[in-house]
């Protein structure tokens, strides 16, 4: 797996949104995103990133402490040393306190028109 | 001045310097009081009998931090995806061990089923796998829906570009050509999906599983469409670096020995997550 140098979520709340602070979860360590832009209130969006500089071996969006969490549209920018910086977008899920949702793909496999 | 300098000298008294950290102290009435409190006591008697430790309540404790589950969610981009067009488009993807390439179309090739073609001889009244096998360096075919699959003799030969071109030269022609890609007596024949549910359910039960127990694994069928086989493995299968073997040499046989209309069967198991797989 390639050094994550940095990665960034921009989500879309659907119905359910939440008030408590956004965090991601990092090889096991649970951190909140920096530069925030917008909310994760229900019908708003959120954006936060954080620079990793290092190695991920799980990287995940945690549902709240209380209450659930609606995420309609999910998209996550990483830039991995030496790979194009590449985006991911997952569909609807629904967030809770007995969960957190995968935000790792590995960089896409190369295809060519043939 | 100088009557603020007298006063000053009188509050500190005739040292003239006080203690500031003294000061502090004495500014904090409670906390002096206290220790006063307090310090008689051990010296009237020595020796106190310890007061018993009660636990703290419930609510004061620390909540016990909950295992959470790693879920998934669905993946709505793809790279591979075809744009609609009016002409007929092919892109390739070769796999990251470089053993196979996948080859996607923006046209029906064989909807709602798949078919494996295990050499030549099985291309025979297919016109799209009779022009694929005509590369002598194709080992398999494998056809789902709006994709095929391609295996090659060469399993060190990880340069797909210029034998993928060819591919998509004699496929493009092969389809423009029009008519079915596949025989039609494929699908005539085919059984329903209920038996070969229960078919499926059976060689797992009966061979696939009894052979993967001595590993601690388990393999569970977790859905049919047409006669496509969804798999996931379990126990020690997950995560293990000898699950892709697993599934290729010894899922795959059995299931098609045993039940020869199976086409496509895929691993849907997250071998990264979980509480405990074999490596993560």
């Known amino acids: 797996m390639p050094k994550l140098t940095r990665f960034k979520v921009t989500i879309d709340t659907g119905d359910v949104g939440t008030d408590e602070p956004v965090c991601f979860n990092i090889n096991s360590h649970k951190v909140p995103f920096e530069d925030l832009k917008g909310s994760a209130q229900a019908g708003q969006t959120f ?32 830039d991995l040393e030496g790979v194009e910086p590449y985006s991911v977008t997952f569909g609807e899920v629904t967030l809770d306190e007995t969960n957190e949702v995968n935000i790792w793909r590995d960089p896409p496999v190369p295809t060519f028109d043939v | 001045m100088a009557s603020i300098l007298d006063k000053l000298k009188n509050m500190f008294g005739p040292g003239g310097e006080t203690d500031p ?41 620390a909540p016990t931090p909950m295992m959470r589950t790693v879920i998934q969610a669905p993946l709505v981009s793809d790279a591979a ?134 590993h601690g694994g388990q393999i569970t069928l977790t859905g049919i469409q047409g006669n496509t086989v969804n798999i996931q493995m379990g126990g020690g299968c997950q995560g293990c670096s000898s699950a892709d073997l697993t599934l290729k040499i010894g899922i795959h046989n059995a299931f098609r020995k ?20 074999y490596f993560s």
């Open chain 2, 21 to 61: 950290s003294a000061q502090t102290v004495a500014d904090k009435p409670v906390v002096a009081d206290s220790r006063q409190e307090i310090a008689p006591t051990f010296e009237s008697n020595p020796e106190p009998t310890p007061a018993p430790v009660s636990p703290p309540p419930m609510e004061e404790l």
């Open chain 2, 81 to 214: 995806e075809l744009p609609e067009s009016d002409e007929i488009l092919i892109r390739a993807q070769p796999s990251p061990t470089g053993d196979q390439c996948v080859f996607r179309i923006n046209r029906p090739l064989f909807p709602g089923h798949s078919w494996f073609f295990k050499d030549f001889e099985s291309a025979e009244g297919s016109p799209l796998a009779e022009v694929i096998f005509t590369h002598d360096e194709v080992e398999t075919l494998l056809v789902h829906e709006q994709s095929f699959t391609i295996t090659r003799y060469d399993k060190n030969n990880f340069e797909w570009e210029k034998f993928a071109k060819e591919i998509g030269i004699t496929v493009r022609e092969t389809l423009q050509e029009g008519g079915p890609a596949l025989k039609e007596s494929i699908i005539r024949d085919m059984p329903g999906e209920e038996q070969i549910r229960t078919d499926i359910q059976k060689v797992i039960d009966l061979e696939v599983n009894p052979g993967v127990a001595g």
């Open chain 1, 47 to 78: 954006e936060g990133g954080f620079e990793v500089n290092s190695f991920a071996h799980s990287l995940t969006l945690v549902g709240p402490e209380t209450g659930q969490w609606n995420i309609k549209k999910l998209k996550v920018d990483l």
């Open chain 2, 258 to 277: 045993a039940v020869p209309f199976v086409g496509a069967i895929y691993d849907e198991t997250d071998h990264a997550s979980g509480l405990n797989p």
